[in-house]
């Protein structure tokens, strides 16, 4: 008999979202809300997400504001790799801005000692943007805490942190490696924000702050890793310093590499794979993009831990224009998912999805996360300056200033530029690159979390007229049973569906 893959497969040949409705089933949940459905998935073989949602690795989507909402609100954001060759730190100042953002236990707080002047500590509270710095001394002992409060209406010029400090004797201080809640119990029965923790010897294991508490409450489908600390992905290239800035991103904790070239079936990739297979055994590692099962086999081979899948169907791309080449994205994803075998390596479904119920559609027929570009663009997270263009009305004969960002796909020629560091002169032959994406203007428009919640509740509402009770359910019954739920549309289907 034929398996679930095997008729969609024939489904789905030459078919992408807007060729399918799915067929309403018996609802089975009460209410559909996020925070009672279990949304969560498999990002790679070691990372779970609570929420199937990635942020794209795109210069105008994803740096640190993107990928901190995106990991509180339960998935993940990865931070692009559009920074100049050789110029690794800004990208890695990303990472830490991310990973610094909430913890259990700050491991490495700011510190100074206190003979460094008052100066030297406001400086770099300011620069850290610290509100505390633990004191300790070159033993690296607990000697007391200074918090922007002890600075305020104090001449900085004058003076040594001692002088300002909370000495030890006066701090409340926890010993040893204290829970999460017992921390708190003392927190609360001694009324401080701050608890620094100290080992038998009296030196610095950590700091624990009341805003680390709250936000470990006040955000429980966070993606965190075991420290507490928010994840985050950031992409490096297959060739040049992308060894050396893998290193530098690991040394920051960053949770997974992404390894992303428009073509990751091919011998640069190989090289690429197996340079950093030696270098970084056991880092997670995701790979792309691909299209085909011989594509998914070959990077799974190379021991990757999640694939990116998507030849072509992103809203920034010209590949298949320029080309003739790709997969439309359903088909793709289920010939990738066939390739990588039920439950074998995770799909990423990269591109491509212009309204929300897409997503569910990628995730049912492959993807076992959706990456998301366009659909984040404009938000106040992405990186890139607002500009007001005028925009004449079409009813009244006058126009009107309206806020715009820039969303540009990464093989673009205003992107690729930006990475080579050209000059002006040299745009003439920046033009013959051969680049494969465009750049548009997108409505500035207000924050990506109001975004992302509204996503996840339709996401919901589709496990409901699934007639499932979680994410993970609504897929075995469809993979299980194609045919109960698809409906292939005619043009004039497709009109009464998704034409607005
Ligand atoms: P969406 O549709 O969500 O797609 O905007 C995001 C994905 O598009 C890919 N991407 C590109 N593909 N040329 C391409 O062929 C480009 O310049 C380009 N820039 C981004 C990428 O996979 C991203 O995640």
Same mark, same amino acid.
């Given at each position: 008999?034929?398996?679930?893959?095997?008729?969609?497969?024939?489904?789905?040949?030459?078919?992408?979202?807007?060729?399918?409705?799915?067929?309403?089933?018996?609802?089975?949940?009460?209410?559909?809300?996020?925070?009672?459905?279990?949304?969560?998935?498999?990002?790679?073989?070691?990372?779970?997400?609570?929420?199937?949602?990635?942020?794209?690795?795109?210069?105008?989507? #994803?740096?640190?504001?993107?990928?901190?909402?995106?990991?509180?609100?339960?998935?993940?954001?990865?931070?692009?790799?559009?920074?100049?060759?050789?110029?690794?730190?800004?990208?890695?100042?990303?990472?830490?801005?991310?990973?610094?953002?909430?913890?259990?236990?700050?491991?490495?707080?700011?510190?100074?000692?206190?003979?460094?002047?008052?100066?030297?500590?406001?400086?770099?509270?300011?620069?850290?943007?610290?509100?505390?710095?633990?004191?300790?001394?070159?033993?690296?002992?607990?000697?007391?805490?200074?918090?922007?409060?002890?600075?305020?209406?104090?001449?900085?010029?004058?003076?040594?942190?001692?002088?300002?400090?909370?000495?030890?004797?006066?701090?409340?201080?926890?010993?040893?490696?204290?829970?999460?809640?017992?921390?708190?119990?003392?927190?609360?029965?001694?009324?401080?924000?701050?608890?620094?923790?100290?080992?038998?010897?009296?030196?610095?294991?950590?700091?624990?702050?009341?805003?680390?508490?709250?936000?470990?409450?006040?955000?429980?489908?966070?993606?965190?890793?075991?420290?507490?600390?928010?994840?985050?992905?950031?992409?490096?290239?297959?060739?040049?310093?992308?060894?050396?800035?893998?290193?530098?991103?690991?040394?920051?904790?960053?949770?997974?590499?992404?390894?992303?070239?428009?073509?990751?079936?091919?011998?640069?990739?190989?090289?690429?794979?197996?340079?950093?297979?030696?270098?970084?055994?056991?880092?997670?590692?995701?790979?792309?993009?691909?299209?085909?099962?011989?594509?998914?086999?070959?990077?799974?081979?190379?021991?990757?831990?999640?694939?990116?899948?998507?030849?072509?169907?992103?809203?920034?791309?010209?590949?298949?224009?320029?080309?003739?080449?790709?997969?439309?994205?359903?088909?793709?994803?289920?010939?990738?998912?066939?390739?990588?075998?039920?439950?074998?390596?995770?799909?990423?479904?990269?591109?491509?999805?212009?309204?929300?119920?897409?997503?569910?559609?990628?995730?049912?027929?492959?993807?076992? #996360?959706?990456?998301?570009?366009?659909?984040?663009?404009?938000?106040?997270?992405?990186?890139?300056?607002?500009?007001?263009?005028?925009?004449?009305?079409?009813?009244?004969?006058?126009?009107?200033?309206?806020?715009?960002?820039?969303?540009?796909?990464?093989?673009?020629?205003?992107?690729?530029?930006?990475?080579?560091?050209?000059?002006?002169?040299?745009?003439?032959?920046?033009?013959?690159?051969?680049?494969?994406?465009?750049?548009?203007?997108?409505?500035?428009?207000?924050?990506?979390?109001?975004?992302?919640?509204?996503?996840?509740?339709?996401?919901?509402?589709?496990?409901?007229?699934?007639?499932?009770?979680?994410?993970?359910?609504?897929?075995?019954?469809?993979?299980?049973?194609?045919?109960?739920?698809?409906?292939?549309?005619?043009?004039?289907?497709?009109?009464?569906?998704?034409?607005?």
């Amino acid at each position: 008999m034929a398996s679930g893959f095997d008729v969609l497969a024939d489904l789905v040949r030459g078919a992408t979202f807007d060729d399918f409705l799915l067929r309403p089933q018996f609802s089975v949940i009460e209410r559909r809300d996020p925070a009672a459905i279990d949304l969560s998935c498999r990002f790679s073989t070691h990372i779970t997400l609570k929420r199937p949602l990635v942020s794209a690795n795109m210069d105008t989507v #994803t740096r640190a504001p993107m990928a901190i909402v995106q990991a509180e609100e339960g998935g993940l954001g990865i931070i692009d790799r559009g920074f100049r060759s050789g110029d690794i730190e800004p990208q890695v100042r990303e990472v830490q801005k991310v990973k610094r953002m909430q913890h259990i236990i700050i491991r490495d707080p700011y510190a100074v000692t206190p003979e460094t002047p008052l100066s030297a500590a406001a400086a770099l509270m300011k620069q850290r943007r610290a509100g505390t710095l633990v004191v300790v001394d070159a033993q690296r002992r607990l000697q007391g805490l200074l918090t922007e409060r002890d600075l305020r209406f104090v001449d900085r010029t004058q003076g040594t942190v001692a002088s300002r400090m909370t000495p030890l004797p006066a701090l409340v201080v926890g010993h040893g490696e204290l829970t999460l809640a017992a921390a708190e119990t003392i927190m609360v029965e001694r009324k401080v924000k701050k608890l620094p923790l100290v080992g038998g010897d009296g030196t610095l294991l950590g700091l624990i702050t009341a805003r680390d508490i709250d936000r470990q409450v006040r955000l429980p489908f966070a993606t965190r890793d075991d420290h507490g600390r928010l994840r985050v992905g950031a992409a490096i290239g297959a060739t040049g310093d992308y060894l050396e800035r893998a290193a530098e991103l690991v040394k920051a904790h960053v949770d997974v590499i992404v390894i992303d070239i428009a073509h990751g079936h091919s011998t640069v990739m190989a090289r690429a794979l197996d340079g950093f297979r030696k270098a970084f055994p056991a880092v997670e590692l995701v790979a792309g993009n691909v299209a085909t099962a011989d594509g998914v086999r070959f990077l799974a081979e190379r021991g990757v831990n999640a694939i990116k899948v998507g030849i072509g169907p992103g809203g920034g791309c010209t590949t298949r224009l320029t080309t003739s080449f790709g997969v439309p994205q359903l088909q793709a994803l289920v010939e990738c998912r066939q390739g990588a075998g039920e439950g074998g390596v995770p799909l990423i479904a990269d591109g491509g999805i212009k309204r929300h119920g897409a997503i569910l559609e990628a995730l049912l027929f492959g993807g076992d #996360t959706v990456m998301l570009g366009s659909m984040f663009a404009g938000t106040e997270e992405t990186p890139g300056d607002v500009v007001q263009k005028s925009v004449v009305l079409p009813d009244q004969q006058r126009s009107v200033k309206v806020p715009f960002k820039v969303l540009r796909g990464m093989a673009s020629i205003q992107a690729i530029r930006d990475r080579l560091d050209v000059e002006d002169d040299e745009v003439v032959d920046l033009e013959a690159l051969g680049a494969e994406g465009t750049e548009v203007s997108v409505p500035a428009r207000g924050s990506v979390r109001p975004l992302v919640q509204d996503i996840l509740k339709h996401l919901c509402s589709s496990i409901s007229y699934g007639g499932a009770r979680s994410l993970d359910e609504l897929r075995q019954l469809f993979r299980a049973d194609p045919a109960r739920y698809l409906v292939k549309l005619s043009a004039s289907a497709k009109r009464e569906s998704y034409e607005r």
